[in-house]
């Protein structure tokens, strides 16, 4: 694969494998790892470390803009009140600000551990509320139904619509945040998020009610799309495996509790609008939370920030970061950021198969949403808040699979030291097999036992442990595997 950033770009150091060039090789070179080094050191580890940070600081050229060469003499603005223009800056390489090593404490990954806990954990604690928003509209159908007078196919269309805005947000989402890194576009989607949800509380018909939840999904893929590059942000590869095994059970236990919560919601004397108020109230907290303890992440916002400082500082106004260099094209950023999540969807096979398969758990996850009303209300006769009950089961098995993963990390933390810190992204296959024979038995287990009254109703209950279970194993290796993949593109 082509590197991120051209030749003559790089620093004038000793080359150094890139990621990508990493993932090519075969894995006899993996476990070896003599053509690095043959004695590791703690000097080659900052090189690698060094080589990683540059890459993902430049990754931005090939996505957002690009690097031009100066325009013509006669389409300069002229500098006013009849100034010639100055001479260039000697040297321009000198007055490009860069992190100072790998240690460098402004770089995310080297800020303290507490700080780094506390916004990934802010950070995950949003990306629960708008996973739980996604299926409470499901509770609060019924009660929608009578109000408006459509039918139980248009009232699934509220959960649906919501997930095509996950779809649809991050086309958004993901250039803004490399134009003006992570923290604007959280809160700017976080904000939007509690806003049409508020609005899907008091709308008065069906079609704003409809509206405002595919809004509330777009605005709320900010944070399903820019959370785990946040968390990648602030973790290496030591410790990002255990962010991403959090995150992701976050996503998948938000849907499966508000059957439930809102189903007793949806009963009281509150009404089916207090389902959708609780998570807008909720979201308007976290959004104040993040306000105040969310910094910045992205590695070249960082580097902006920094050299705004010096020139202060300095008053030296030719100093600036090298994203500043790049000239956004709005018709490649379209192109680029529409494309280009298909091309290697289209072209990378590993990228292509492991979607597939990852959408199909998603949406048989989704499934299960409409699938235990239908068992536990239809079959088991149970009422509407009773009957979301049995998703706790589902809940359990996800707990279990996040610790099912999380046991394997101080193996793979051996691995990695022993692979001078290059990440093999095969080693996050295993758990992800073991997930997907769990997953398929557990299906088989719920279709099984849950279409007749005469099983007991605990039978496709504890079921959902062994679906949760595989569910969150495949997704939590699943994005770990594909961040070690393409982390560098």
């Known amino acids: 694969m082509a590197r991120p950033f051209p030749p003559e770009k790089q620093d004038p150091e000793p080359e150094l494998w890139s990621s990508s ?38 990754q931005q050229q090939a996505t957002v803009g690009s690097a031009r060469s100066r325009a013509p003499r006669e389409d300069w603005l002229p500098m006013g009140a009849g100034k010639p223009y100055p001479p260039e800056l000697p040297h321009s390489d000198d007055y490009v600000v860069e992190f100072e090593g790998s240690d460098d404490p402004m770089h995310p990954q080297n800020w303290p551990m507490k700080r780094r806990v506390t916004i990934g954990a802010l950070l995950t604690f949003c990306a629960l ?5 996604s299926a409470v509209f499901a509770t609060a159908s019924d009660g929608a139904m009578k109000e408006f007078g459509f039918g139980r196919e248009v009232a699934a269309l509220g959960t649906t619509l919501y997930v095509l805005g996950f779809s649809a947000g991050p086309t958004v989402w993901a250039p803004a945040s490399e134009l003006i890194g992570r923290r604007w576009p959280l809160l700017v989607g976080m904000f939007g998020f509690d806003i049409f949800t508020i609005a899907t509380a008091v709308a008065k018909d069906t079609q704003t009610v409809m509206l405002t939840r595919f809004f509330s999904g777009f605005f709320a893929a900010s944070i399903i799309a820019l959370v785990p590059a946040s968390l990648s942000d602030l973790f ?19 849907p499966f509790t508000s059957p439930f919560i809102g189903g007793f919601t949806a009963a009281s004397y509150l009404g089916w609008r207090w389902t959708l108020y609780i998570p807008a109230f909720v979201g308007f907290f976290s959004l104040i ?10 590695a070249p916002t960082i580097l902006v920030q920094k050299a705004a400082i010096l020139r202060r500082q300095t008053r030296n106004w030719g100093i600036h970061a090298r994203q500043a260099e790049l000239e956004i094209d709005f018709r490649e ?108 038995g557990g299906l088989f287990w719920f279709g099984w036992t849950g279409w007749t009254k005469s099983i007991h109703w605990m039978a496709p209950t504890a079921s959902g442990v062994v679906v949760g279970f595989g569910l969150t194993s495949i997704f939590m290796q699943g994005f770990n595997y594909l961040l ?4 560098s593109l």
């Open 129 to 133: 509320v708008t996973a739980y928003a």
């Open 333 to 440: 950023l379209v192109t680029k950021n529409l494309a280009r999540p298909f091309k290697i969807l289209f072209t990378e096979p590993i990228a292509f198969c492991l979607t597939l398969y990852m959408s199909f758990i998603y949406g048989i996850a989704y499934a299960f949403l409409q699938a235990y009303p239908v068992v536990f209300e239809g079959t088991y006769g149970m009422s509407g808040g009773v009957s979301g009950l049995p998703f706790i089961g589902l809940i359990i098995g996800e707990m279990s699979g996040c610790a099912f993963v999380l046991s394997l990390q101080r193996s793979y933390t051996r691995k990695l030291q022993a692979n001078n810190n290059i990440a093999v992204p095969e080693w996050r296959l295993p758990p992800c097999i073991v997930g997907g024979i769990a997953f398929a």
């Open 236 to 254: 290496n590869n030591h410790h990002r495996g255990i962010a991403i095994a959090v995150y992701t059970m976050s996503v998948f236990t938000g």
């Open 484 to 487: 070690d993949s393409y982390l």
């Open 289 to 298: 939370l993040m306000a105040l303890f969310c910094r910045e992440t992205y």
């Open 21 to 58: 060039e990493v993932r090519d090789l075969p894995s006899e070179s993996y476990r070896d790892a003599s053509h690095l080094e043959a004695q590791p050191t703690d000097g080659h580890h900052d090189k690698i470390e060094l080589e990683r940070i540059h890459t993902y600081r430049l």
